[in-house]
């Protein structure tokens, strides 16, 4: 039997439900709406994988590496000493189109890179990277047809696994629904984080569904989280956060 390596999430429970982490060397779609928690499974993941003495890197379109390693310290996740000792790389682009926006290139700071088109981030990763998050792929698809976003993804996502770069690659909801959820083909796996309400206590919980993890044996069951002030946290059946 082949027994496939993996790379721990930084949510113990979750790997468990994913047999150990995320399958080794693939890329994995993260999609939610905003304040579901996208970025801070990218964070608990790269928090371990540099733990782990891996090379990781972020790669942001909307925040800066500031505000990242403030997000992360401040969930208990402190990216700053992998950063400063080059073993985490934070890459911050703007995705801008002329007719989609007036910024100009002169308007962007030091750490900001004017990029558009999402086939030209495989220059910005080094050869020595393992992991990667690339947050968020949503900002690629504006004035894309769908075919054409499909086809850009499948490059990148080609090149990430043909490097053996472990990825999360988020999409916001609305661009996700935009695209008819196409990205969802491109990828290894999927993880879509919900918020809705529970019909059973009639209040609004978090919940992640995997309808798709090639090589993983997973349940369809919904997977009820919760966002704290030391990162994601999934429920046990006793309904605590671990």
Known sequence: MVIMNRLSTGISRFDKKLQGGYPEGESILITG???TG????GIQFLHQACSQ??????IATEETPEKILLHAKLLGFDLKPFFESNLLLIMRILEMRASYTGISSESLGDTSMHMEDLTNLTHLIADDVEAVVIDNIGTFSIGDEVRLFRDKLETIAYF?????ITSLLMIDGTAHELTHRIAEYSTYGTIRLLTKENPYTGKMERF??????????ISLDPIVYDISDEGIKLSTSQGKKD
Do not use: V
Not at 160 to 164: A, E, I, N
């Open 208 to 217: 992640m569904h995997i309808p798709k993890m090639r090589g993983t044996k």
């Open 160 to 164: 990430l696994s043909s490097q053996k």
């Open 53 to 58: 003495g891996k090379k990781c890197m972020m």
């Open 38 to 41: 996208k970025t801070i499974m």
């Open 33 to 35: 709406e905003p304040g």
